[in-house]
């Protein structure tokens, strides 16, 4: 018996990534209402004359909106298994945080091992009405599951089996630093269309800025030993992908959801 096939409407959604170059994604016709909703609260947010195409600016995805990478946790080896240690005090950098944590450039001679996530969404940054702050990566459950089960990741044989060293420094890092998820431009969940719009937003920003440039000269600095693909699934294989293609003898890559 034949069914007749649901088509979900879709609309062009235009992203500047800068002055030259602009590229489409095609996602789910609601999200276009939600984003004309709150259009006239947002400089970021331009339409055509019939609302027919919308177009992110570039200002969205400026250098001011980056979440910085974070130095989060230290894990040194007692008696046969690493336990995890943090700072006593907040750093001015990470001002805002839940967390105490400091820029990745203190303490650059101890080895690390860099935790991959995607990107920032709602809980990394502070909204006003019409401009968003970055706070520091992982600041709602993805922080509180880091802080939970990051130890024993660590000590788990499929992890530790990397780990030669006595001291770790542990770096969170998103390889695009802005919202890709735009939650300050439309404030829903992330979840069913929002979910893949955040995942076609990566995957263009990825594929067409200077973000994956930028990923491999972090992971080819010389203190990162390892690094954890903790991305979330649809977008997980290019960090993947990168990693395999890349001739870094000191990295492995573990993929997947590792925190959950």
Not at 84 to 93: A, G, T, V
Not at 150 to 174: C, F, Q, T, W
Not at 240 to 256: F, I, M, R
Request: hydrophobic share 35%; charged share 25%; glycine share 2%.
């Amino acid at each position: 018996m034949l069914t007749k096939k649901v088509v979900r409407k879709q609309f062009s959604l235009y992203l500047e990534i800068n002055d030259k170059k602009k590229v489409k994604v095609c996602v789910n016709i609601r999200i276009k209402d939600e984003l004309l909703r709150f259009q006239k609260n947002h400089k970021f947010i331009a339409t055509n004359e019939h609302n027919t195409e919308i177009t992110i600016s570039k200002q969205f995805f400026s250098n001011k909106h980056n979440v910085q990478n974070s130095y989060r946790y230290q894990i040194i080896k007692e008696v046969g298994i690493y336990e995890l240690y943090e700072f006593e005090n907040p750093s001015d950098f990470f001002k805002r945080s839940r967390f105490n944590e400091y820029a990745d450039d203190i303490e650059n001679s101890i080895p690390s091992v860099l935790l991959v996530l995607e990107s920032p969404h709602k809980d990394e940054y502070l909204y006003s009405n019409d401009s968003l702050s970055p706070v520091a990566p992982a600041q709602g459950s993805t922080g509180e599951e880091i802080a939970d089960k990051i130890i024993d990741v660590m000590n788990s044989p499929k992890i530790k089996k990397h780990l030669g060293e006595e001291k770790y420094r542990i770096i969170i890092a998103n390889p695009i630093p802005v919202q890709t998820s735009l939650h300050f431009l439309h404030k829903q969940s992330l979840s069913s269309v929002y979910k893949t719009l955040r995942d076609k937003v990566w995957e263009a920003l990825w594929v067409n800025g200077d973000y994956c440039k930028s990923f491999i000269e972090l992971i080819s600095n010389d203190s990162v030993k390892l690094v954890l693909n903790c991305c979330t699934t649809n977008v997980s294989p290019f960090i993947s992908q990168l990693l395999c293609v890349a001739d870094y003898n000191s990295l492995s890559s573990t993929d997947g959801e590792l925190l959950t």
